[in-house]
């Protein structure tokens, strides 16, 4: 059993490596995972959970995006994101369910669309709580492995993981230190991009 779950982290880690050293490349396949996502329910109401994109959180949750016309990115920082040249995936993990993803998510969504840079390229899975077992096990069956949360080191979300050539430079958990933009530049800054 432990020697199954380390294979399956391990072809996880191998096709997320892969993926990033590609950015033309289509989003990563994790090995067994299929390419959607389900909608569950749970005590605090509906969640999606399994690979999404903005069109299915939207579609799910319309009210979303709530504070995005007030929110406006700094456009000197903005600028640097979009000279970033190396190709640089960023995985999103979140909950549909969570007050900090419906807040930062679509922020990171608005500031990757102002930055329009082919080499930032968004995949995103959505998960339940913690503690919640019937959400592991539906991710589990979707082909995510066991627990997702514990082999990524997710404690919180949303967890943008940010990876060049199948190495993680930085993580930006739950709320940005100074904001989105700034972290993600400084995390990209640090490894070199230009």
């Known amino acids: 059993m432990a020697a199954a779950r380390r294979r399956t982290v391990l072809l996880f880690v191998l096709a997320l490596a892969a993926v ?19 909608t569950q329910e749970s005590e605090s109401g509906p969640l999606l959970l399994g690979r999404v994109d903005a069109t299915a959180i939207l579609a799910a949750f319309p009210d979303w995006p709530q504070d995005l016309e007030a929110w406006q990115p700094d ?14 995936e960023v995985l999103c993990i979140l909950g549909t ?4 993803s419906q807040r930062e998510v679509p922020r990171f969504w608005h500031l990757l669309d102002a930055a329009a840079n082919p080499h930032l390229r968004l995949d995103m899975v959505a998960v339940g709580r913690a503690d919640d077992v019937a959400a592991r ?3 589990a069956d979707l082909g995510f492995g066991d627990d997702l949360r514990a082999a990524l080191g997710i404690e919180k979300v949303p967890t943008f993981i940010f990876r060049q050539a199948g190495m993680e430079i930085g993580r930006i958990v739950e ?4 904001s989105l933009e700034a972290d993600a530049a400084a995390i990209l800054r640090g490894a070199g991009w230009r």
Do not use: Y
């Open 20 to 38: 990033a050293a590609d950015a033309g490349d289509p989003p990563p396949q994790i090995p067994g995972a299929t390419p959607g996502f389900v």
């Open 75 to 88: 456009a000197a920082l903005v600028a640097d994101l979009e000279a970033v040249t190396t190709p640089t």
């Open 175 to 178: 709320s940005p230190v100074v």
């Open 137 to 139: 096990r539906t991710l």
């Open 97 to 100: 369910w969570c007050g900090d």
